[in-house]
C-alpha cells in the first residue's frame, strides 16, 4: 500500500499489491548460490542468525508473560542477541574474502560500532525498553506526572537516532538512494 500510495503521489504506475508474494515466490524457487572458498562458518550462519531471532521472539512479551525466557526479558538481552547475530552475519561476509564482503562487513559493523553503546545507554534511562513487566510494574512514578526526567529525554533521542541509524534511514544513511533520484 505504501508503494501504491508513493506512486500515485509522484503520478505514475506503481506495482500491483501482490508484487512482494511474487518475489517471494520467486525467491523461494531459486538455488542456493555458495561460493567455492565457502567455509562450514558460512553455511552455519543462516542457521544462527534464524536461531538469535527466534530466541528474541522468545524473550519479547507481546502476548503472553510467562514465556519460557521471561526472566531474561531485558533490552539489553535483546541488543545482546542482535550483536551475536550481527558478528555472525559480518563473519560470514568476510568468510568468502571478496573485497565487496569484507566492505560490506566493515559498514555494518561500524553502524553497530556506532549504534549499540547508544542504544544500550538508553536502555539504562527509559523504563519502556525494560521488557521485563514485572520490573516495569514495581517502578516508581515521579511525584508529580508532568514532571519529566531530563536524562529521559536525552536517552529517547538517543533511542531514535539508533532507530535511524539501525534501519538505514535519510540522517543517516540510505542505501537504496541512487545518484540520479531527486
Known amino acids: 500500500m505504501i508503494a501504491q500510495c508513493r506512486a500515485w503521489l509522484q503520478n505514475r504506475s506503481a506495482p500491483p499489491l501482490r508484487q512482494p508474494y511474487r518475489m517471494l515466490r520467486k525467491l523461494f524457487d531459486k538455488d542456493a548460490a555458495l561460493a567455492i572458498d565457502a567455509s562450514p562458518l558460512f553455511r552455519l550462519t543462516p542457521y544462527i542468525l534464524f536461531g538469535t531471532m527466534v530466541l528474541a521472539a522468545a524473550i519479547i512479551p507481546s ?10 526479558a531485558d533490552a539489553i538481552a535483546l541488543i545482546g542477541l542482535f550483536a551475536t547475530a550481527r558478528v555472525f552475519l559480518a563473519l560470514a561476509a568476510m568468510d568468502i574474502g571478496t573485497a565487496f564482503g569484507t566492505m560490506g562487513a566493515r559498514r555494518e559493523m561500524m553502524v553497530g560500532f556506532l549504534a549499540e553503546p547508544a542504544l544500550l545507554m538508553s536502555c539504562s534511562r527509559l523504563p519502556a525498553l525494560r521488557l521485563n513487566r514485572a520490573a516495569l510494574a514495581g517502578r516508581q512514578l515521579p511525584a508529580h506526572p508532568s514532571i519529566i526526567d531530563p536524562s529521559v529525554i536525552f536517552a529517547a533521542v538517543a533511542f531514535v537516532m539508533v532507530l535511524l541509524a539501525e534501519n538505514a534511514r535519510i540522517p543517516i544513511d540510505n542505501p537504496a538512494r541512487t545518484s540520479n533520484s531527486p
Open 63 to 72: 502476548l503472553a508473560t510467562d514465556l519460557p525466557f521471561a526472566r531474561a
